[in-house]
């Protein structure tokens, strides 16, 4: 009896891995599409698969928006195929970049992407940098909204993008996050952002003692990176910072790109 219950729950659980993986690869193909319209299309049961896509946006690989009640795959989901290949890429393209310039910047570069609600650190120059207070950031995830490498990417990826990692963000309900999630200040920041080309976080909101301004790594015209520079807030003024060191840092981005495209 004991063996056929071991039998059956081995059962069960690979039929749920299946069928997970069955809805996983629908949305990927569909782009975006609602629990409904999964139901129907794979022929599982409604609460089955809210049940596993409940499972699979607390691991990261879909996320839901709250008002349009569509699901999407994240960038976690897609790093199971190209999106792997391509960060690795832009790591590589990074690498020669980062050190060519940070000679020249000296305050550390962050080469981070967005993945699943966090901008995750994937190069950096901290532990070369005479001027870094932090050491071992490769890997670091950083908030969206309270840091400038967030903001960029808020800023400069599609509509449709900015508005899933919002509603994501909201539904997360970080206390922190919240007066940043208010209209009037995404759309300040966003439009500033845009007219000025470059993301800046100086008020405090993120690691107090530093500072950071943040541009945007962008291939065949959507944004694949952001390229930070990271200060201490007492040593100068976000404006001193962007005149000294905008060009640079829109500079390395380009580098970076051109890179991708050879």
Not at 14 to 33: P, Q
Not at 45 to 66: D, N
Not at 158 to 171: K, M, N, P, T, Y
Request: hydrophobic share 40%.
């Amino acid at each position: 009896m004991e063996e056929q219950a071991t039998k059956g729950s081995r059962s069960e659980a690979v039929r749920a891995l299946t069928r997970g993986l069955a809805i996983l690869r629908h949305i990927n193909v569909s782009g975006e599409t609602r629990p409904g319209e999964i139901a129907r299309a794979l022929e599982i049961p409604r609460p089955t698969v809210y049940r596993l896509l409940e499972t699979l946006e607390e691991a990261g690989y879909v996320v839901m928006s709250p008002t349009s009640n569509r699901v999407r795959v994240t960038r976690l989901a897609a790093s199971l195929g190209d999106g792997y290949a391509l960060t690795s890429e832009l790591c590589q393209a990074s690498g020669p970049v980062f050190s060519e310039y940070g000679a020249k910047i000296v305050w550390p570069l962050d080469l981070s992407v967005y993945n699943n609600a966090n901008m995750v650190i994937q190069e950096t120059t901290h532990g070369r940098s005479p001027l870094s207070i932090d050491r071992g950031m490769t890997g670091y995830k950083l908030p969206v909204l309270r840091t400038s490498a967030g903001r960029a990417y808020l800023a400069f990826c599609s509509e449709e993008e900015r508005q899933f990692i919002l509603d994501h963000l909201r539904r997360l309900g970080d206390p922190d996050d919240l007066p940043f999630l208010e209209p009037r200040f995404l759309s300040q920041m966003i439009e500033e952002t845009c007219s000025r080309g470059i993301a800046i976080r100086s008020a405090g909101e993120f690691r107090k003692q530093t500072a950071s301004i943040a541009v945007p790594v962008m291939f065949d015209g959507r944004i694949l990176a952001c390229v930070s520079m990271i200060w201490i807030r007492s040593a100068m003024d976000v404006k001193r910072a962007i005149a000294e060191f905008g060009a640079p840092l829109h500079q390395v981005a380009q580098r970076i790109a051109e890179t991708l495209s050879d």
